[in-house]
């Protein structure tokens, strides 16, 4: 079993940067593929990005390409989503989520946290 919770969201401007953690509870952290989802009100939950266990694989939606770097930190139990250029269109609710098959679909994980809200203003 493991236990995610997630940090750093809030309130940014247009083309400013934040950075996501998610902190996990657990030994078997590093046995799990961690992903990144967002959703908006009204909305369908929509994968952002995906780390393996290693930290050396890893996979992005095509509209945070370039923009969003997702990296683990194993000693830690940490995942991170640094998030640069940030759009309106990146406001969410941002959940991480841990599973054992990298994968862009939400059934994929397993265990997922509370989310953490982030808001770009134009």
């Known amino acids: 079993q493991v236990q995610l919770v997630e940090s750093g969201g809030g309130l940014a401007q247009a083309g400013g940067s934040l950075r996501l953690s998610c902190a996990a509870s657990?030994?078997?952290?590093?046995?799990?593929?961690v992903g990144w989802f967002r959703q908006s009100p009204g909305k369908e939950r929509q994968f952002v990005a995906a780390i393996s266990r290693s930290g050396g694989s890893t996979y992005y939606t095509d509209s945070v390409k370039g923009r969003f770097t997702i990296s683990r930190d194993s000693a830690k139990n940490t995942v991170y989503l640094q998030m640069h250029s940030l759009e309106p269109e990146d406001t969410a609710v941002y959940h991480c989520?841990?599973?054992?098959?990298?994968?862009?679909?939400?059934?994929?994980?397993?265990?997922w946290g509370q989310g953490t809200r982030v808001t770009v203003s134009s």
């Open positions: 657990g030994r078997t952290f590093s046995k799990y593929v």
């Open positions: 989520a841990a599973g054992l098959v990298m994968s862009g679909t939400s059934g994929a994980y397993q265990h």
